[in-house]
């Protein structure tokens, strides 16, 4: 259940990362308001992640998580340049990720 609950976790970064861009320097109303719920959610539910998994490997997994979906999500919401290099790192991460899991 910690996983699953670290992986909600990790998802409501990407929204608040990706919210980020749509609050206009925190100038729009609801796009704040939603940014802010999602931050709040989000690091309510690493800390509760935390009560059974260790603390390095589930802070690193939910940044993990929030870094490969913000990439993603920049490439198909917003044009970010797509490069053989970026796709290379953004692997690298969710292999970080899936080994942290398996030692986990």
Excluded: H, N
Aim: proline fraction near 3%; include cysteine; charged fraction near 10%.
């Amino acid at each position: 259940m910690a996983w699953i609950t670290l992986l909600i976790a990790g998802i409501l970064e990407i929204g608040w990362a990706i919210g980020l861009k749509y609050t206009d320097g925190f100038t729009r109303f609801m796009p704040t308001v939603l940014t802010v719920g999602s931050m709040v959610l989000s690091i309510m539910l690493l800390g509760m992640a935390v009560r059974s998994l260790p603390l390095g490997t589930a802070y690193a997994v939910w940044t993990g998580i929030g870094t490969v979906g913000t990439v993603v999500l920049g490439i198909v919401l917003f044009g970010e340049p797509v490069t053989a290099v970026r796709l290379g790192c953004v692997g690298l991460i969710v292999a970080g990720i899936g080994g942290l899991k398996l030692i986990a």
